[in-house]
């Protein structure tokens, strides 16, 4: 996707292949900052911090931390730490495990004088795989859209809510949730999405509304707590989310507030997408409210708003009274039960085990 | 209630007997001053911009604001004047209304030279009886937490979630949905009060929080977004909100997101209960979502955020990129099937048209 005019993806090895090179998403949308990772710290600290956030551009930037890593040092223990380590930098999206699974499992066998190489390119081949895999996502995701302008006769943009981001910031390029709608805006079908703000750290406000506007898509923002209300006066056709980590059964988890939005859908008879790559499927669990760990943030997150000062300036400012408390669970979940239909790279499905193995046959004798 | 110890209301004749006071609610939790209203215009604009606001609290300062215009032009055509633009001030909230025509009721017959003085009479006594009012909803609303405390063998203390600010600050004293919370926790009960953030001005972390501070609740304060999550994992036992606009069968308009609350609330099992002075009810309306005009804010409420500056300054930063809209719709309905209970100064009802006639049994032969 395009930014003032110039292609960029979230995350690409440097130009003269000394480490890796992100988008500080922390100073968006105010400043956009290019941050180079040299080393496996550099990396964990990208993660901790969200300078990168989303569950596949999560798994990404892992698979390169690794490369980092190896760089230092190739031996099977050092493997094995920054493994441990970088799965241990955030505790809800499951695409940090796969993408070290899926890293390990192409080393394990390469002599250590060799890793670094053999890490660069599966990384690479992970990265584009993303890509491909949201392109993939926005073909079978685009006709929720196309089928809303059709019914309407083709007058009014097609109404789309999300939550958070799950744009191409979230992952390598194209984005999970708004894939469908990029692509829809590039075939001319009018499409405007009405963004949630997305309290405590406004990934909505700051990185949605921001690479939407840089792509030209129609939008507006609104506090989280507007949504019902559209919904309700028929404001909003669909809603489209991504997934942190999906269930073997469609439980989604993602951004805290997605499943409010879900109940609202529901009960206003809106659909409600959620669009994720095969690497957020958790096929080892079926109950996502008994078995995914929710990430608690630091309260100071809900305690503090940063933005931008009229001298320009980026500024953070206390909004709570001295002594209050606050708590910041990260995700919550959304029972398969709410969810319309679910779309990854092969195509759409109900959200259900049958669902799902009928777009990932091969995991009918892995499944329980 | 409290503040720093001392017995504060939320508006007061001054000292003097020249003008009004109030707390200025827009520098809340920052700043604690005290605004005098000398003429209608001020009370205008503390509507307007609400430095003060909650449905009865705006009832109770436009009939002040009545009496401020009256000493200037006690004439027929100044009180006419003088209700229209005090009525258009605010669209959602019915108490506004309800105090104009209560004033008008006891101004109309009073030669334009006593007009005044009967006036501050008049709100006066409609300033304590939204004391009184509140207090009794206390009275009503308690028991529900007590009995929670009760079942749960007097161990822990009872969460309660809380969505805007429907505590002292938006009445005169005690509040509506905060007064059975004041006086389970008066009674010793121990009670802990989940505070949504409310975007996007912030009244429970700015006002709700800040209240509940000074009087010595626990309280914690969440993002909006976090409530769903909390009444799934069990954290929360009961909910209890304001309400700005009750229609004759239980329909409840209240601060944007309360819907949301109601919706997860019922998905959970967690009873969703609307404190509401009888001001509060609009017997004309049955359909709140057909019927109430759902006041559109200033975009730039969503765009901005207000908060204190590490030198201690009260500062405002933008937080949405350049170009990117916002829209800000300040209530939604909560529709009564998703409402548990109601409890007004005169005890609890169902949410239904049967439910409230029990309690206002002098409407029965108005009520279509």
Redesign the interface.
Known sequence: VRVAGVAYRAIWVAEDARGVEIIDQTR???EFEIVRLYALEDALRAIRTMQVRGAPLIGITAAYGLCLALCDDASDAALDAACRTLLAARPTAVNLRWALEEMRAALADVPPAEREARAYARASELANEDVAQCRAIGEHGVGWIEAVHARRGRREPVNVLTHCNAGWLATVDWGTALAPVYLAHDRGVPVHV??D????R?QG??LT??E??QHGVP????????????M??GAVDLCIVGSDRTTARGDVCN???T???A??AR?CDVPFYVALPKSTIDWTLDDG?AAIP?EERDARE?????????DGKT???????????????A???TPARLVTALVTERGVCEASREGLLELYDERRTQSR
Chains 1, 2 share one sequence.
């Open positions: 968006l949308p105010h009405w963004v703000e997305t309290r405590p406004n406000a700051s509304a921001w939407l506007g939008h507006t923002v609104v506090a989280d707590n507007a949504g019902g209300h559209l309700a006066r951004k805290i507030g499943y409010l939005k109940l609202a009960d409210r929710i809900v305690g503090f708003v940063t933005g931008r000062d009229t500024r953070e400012v206390a909004i709570l009274p001295e002594g209050s408390a606050a708590a910041n669970p995700f919550d979940v």
